[in-house]
């Protein structure tokens, strides 16, 4: 809601500013980009109104800015006027206005939550509510509280024991198929969390340790009973009294989007060239770091860029295509690739470009709502990818031609402007001469004249030509992903062409 882009993208009236539906981006004046509000909230400018003054806001009180010209919202506690951002706001001022005058940590929660909105609006603060929040900040939500029974019964619990050199925690989860994507695990100065991922929900053990320990961690997984151990070397071979004193979220089981983002800081490793504008960022996790990004699931990055903290997601590649299938690629567990196109007048891409071998950057926990399960029964598998939207397809075309048995076909059909901008084009063609199940079809949108392929844009002319099931009752999926109205048109095209919800799942924010 609250990450700007410059007016100069997308163009004023270009497609990518109109979109068939859900939330469009929408023209920004000009001087009204992200840059430009974090100059204005770095001028001195009194942004409040209130020269400076924290004041508690009443319900009755908030409920009275609720007008463009006079507008305060709450998000989880806390009241910002937001009436110099309106328009500033690449949702534009109506979607902000629908929060006008009341609490809108849903609302916000629902569009991105990932924004860091209290970097953003700092100078914009005008108090808090003077009564107890209407939403419970975030990670602060009591134990267990609201859960039906059944949740209840799935909630973990964790034990810890100690050795003469270890430390031991076990977190019991009573969850079947408990595997390494569903583990994260961060130690940093003697504060350990370790993250379950259960369902929908989290479970979190949070604890400011007893004593220092050793840099690596160890985790074991027994995916059949669901038992998770997080295994410490202590520092000093000293007794501990107890594991340490429990954080504010500690023992907490939560649904996943109620808990905070959690980031740790990883180093910049390598920066290598796929095209001409386009790079594969190798980050390398702290050695206290447990964190596997599941297929079709994004990380923010996030970067302080002039005193404002911005936050972008971008997903996580392979370090290259496999191309044979025999066996799972298996990941070192010690990086993340990122594919990051850098936009000449991109704010983040911009900053991101200018990392030096050796420099950090915080990556979050991953998010998503994609599911390998959609996959696992599949026999056709069409992936449509526009730009960098072939980001997500990268795991998910290794996960189904290794680990899905009845695949029959995958396709790709890979929207780009001109040949320089094909991504791993190379691998793409080789895999699919090593890989009878695979077909890659390129379509460019501006080519130039000696293009012998296909050109053109989404349609559901193109789409009908190139979505054909191999056989009558196929279990298909077709994913999709690129600039928002390129994946908006596109889901509408392929419903229009008779394929169900189930059948179509869009990668989004
Ligand atoms: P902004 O400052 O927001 O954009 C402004 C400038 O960038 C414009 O002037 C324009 O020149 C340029 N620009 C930005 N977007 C476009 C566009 N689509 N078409 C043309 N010009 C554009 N990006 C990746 O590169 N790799 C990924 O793996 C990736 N994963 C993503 C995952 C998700 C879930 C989402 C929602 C987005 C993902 N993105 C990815 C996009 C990424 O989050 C940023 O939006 C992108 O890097 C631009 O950020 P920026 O701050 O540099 O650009
Ligand atoms: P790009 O190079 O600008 O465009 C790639 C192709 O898509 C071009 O052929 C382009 O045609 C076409 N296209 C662009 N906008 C279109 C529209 N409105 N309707 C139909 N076709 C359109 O793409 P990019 O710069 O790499 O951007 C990739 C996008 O993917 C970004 O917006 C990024 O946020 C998104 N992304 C999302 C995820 C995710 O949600 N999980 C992951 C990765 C990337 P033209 O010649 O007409 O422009």
């Not at 882009?5 to 979109?19: C, D, E, H, I, L």
């Not at 023209?27 to 009204?32: F, N, Q, T």
């Not at 206005?97 to 009341?102: E, N």
């Not at 994946?487 to 799942?505: A, M, N, P, R």
Request: with cysteine; hydrophobic share 35%.
């Amino acid at each position: 809601m609250l990450n700007v882009p410059p007016q100069a993208f997308p163009a004023p009236g270009s497609q990518q500013r109109v979109s068939a539906g859900g939330r469009a981006k929408v023209p920004l004046k000009p001087g009204r980009s992200l840059m430009d509000w974090i100059r204005l909230t770095k001028s001195g400018k009194d942004l409040t109104g209130l020269k400076g003054r924290l004041i508690e806001v009443t319900e009755d009180e908030l409920a009275k800015h609720n007008k463009k010209e006079d507008c305060w919202i709450c998000i989880r506690g806390f009241v910002y006027n937001v009436t110099p951002y309106m328009e500033y706001h690449p949702g534009g001022e109506d979607e902000l206005m629908k929060a006008a005058g009341t609490d809108g940590t849903d609302l916000f929660d629902q569009v991105h939550r990932w924004v860091n909105y209290e970097s953003m609006l700092k100078e914009c603060l005008v108090g808090r509510m003077a009564v107890k929040p209407i939403a419970a900040p975030k990670g602060m939500v009591p134990e267990k509280k609201g859960l039906g029974a059944s949740v209840k019964d799935l909630t973990p619990s964790y034990d810890w024991f100690q050795t003469e050199n270890s430390i031991t925690v076990v977190i019991y989860t009573k969850q079947k198929d408990m595997n390494a994507e569903l583990v994260i695990v961060d130690c940093q100065d003697k504060r350990l969390r370790g993250e379950i991922i259960v369902g929908d929900h989290s479970y979190l053990v949070e604890v400011d340790l007893d004593h220092a320990v050793q840099e690596d961690v160890a985790v074991n997984i027994a995916e059949k009973v669901g038992k998770v151990e997080i295994i410490l070397k202590k520092k000093d071979n000293v007794h501990w009294k107890m594991l340490g004193q429990p954080l504010e979220s500690h023992n907490t089981f939560i649904k996943r989007t109620d808990r905070g983002l959690f980031y740790r800081k990883c180093k910049l490793v390598s920066k290598t060239e796929v095209t001409h504008d386009t790079k594969l960022f190798r980050l390398m996790l702290p050695k206290s770091t447990h964190l596997h990004v599941p297929t079709g699931q994004h990380v923010y990055l996030k970067k302080n860029i002039a005193g404002t903290e911005v936050v972008k997601p971008y997903t996580p590649v392979l370090p290259f295509l496999p191309l044979d299938f025999k066996e799972p690629f298996s990941h070192d567990g010690a990086h993340i690739y990122l594919m990051i196109k850098i936009y000449s007048c991109g704010l983040f891409t911009q900053a991101l470009d200018h990392l030096q071998i050796g420099d950090y950057i915080s990556v979050s926990n991953p998010e998503g709502n994609f599911k390998k399960s959609q996959v696992q029964t599949l026999e056709d598998l069409f992936l449509l990818a526009a730009g960098t939207g072939f980001t997500p397809m990268v795991k998910l075309l290794n996960f189904a031609l290794t680990e899905v048995s009845c695949l029959r076909t995958v396709k790709l059909i890979f929207f780009n402007k001109t040949e320089d901008d094909i991504l791993w084009r190379n691998q793409l063609e080789q895999l699919a001469l090593k890989d009878e199940r695979f077909e890659v079809q390129f379509i460019l949108s501006q080519p130039t004249k000696d293009w012998v392929g296909k050109q053109g844009k989404i349609s559901s002319s193109l789409l009908s030509e190139f979505v054909k099931i191999s056989r009558k009752d196929s279990k298909v999926l077709i994913c999709i992903c690129g600039p928002t109205p390129f994946t908006e048109q596109g889901v509408q095209y392929l419903k229009d062409l008779g394929y169900s919800q189930e059948e179509i799942h869009a990668f989004t924010a």
